[in-house]
């Protein structure tokens, strides 16, 4: 999960939460403007990005530019999207 927040503030959150996963951090919005996924009052927009280990970008999902709400994919079928275009 990539948070536009510095990299201690990051830290501060895995540590409290006991997460067992890193939060990347993106003080700059450089990855958000680089997906598009931009901001809803100064929080991101939703947005999934599925990377093969040679760092190929495979799945991009992101909340609709238009404002609208829409669901976001499960897990599971966003994974089968992401193996699909991998065929």
């Not at 990539?2 to 700059?28: F, K, M, R, T, W």
């Not at 669901?71 to 089968?80: H, Q, R």
Request: include cysteine; proline fraction near 8%; hydrophobic fraction near 45%.
């Amino acid at each position: 999960m990539i948070l536009p927040l510095p990299l201690a503030q990051c830290h501060e959150i895995v540590e409290s939460l006991g997460l067992n996963y890193p939060l990347y951090s993106d003080p700059q919005w450089r990855v958000f403007e680089a997906y598009g996924t931009g901001h809803i009052l100064y929080a991101p927009k939703q947005a999934w990005v599925g990377v093969d280990s040679g760092g190929t970008v495979r799945y991009v999902w992101r909340q609709g530019a238009d404002q609208a709400v829409q669901p976001v994919p499960l897990a599971l079928e966003a994974l089968d999207e992401f193996q699909a275009v991998r065929s």
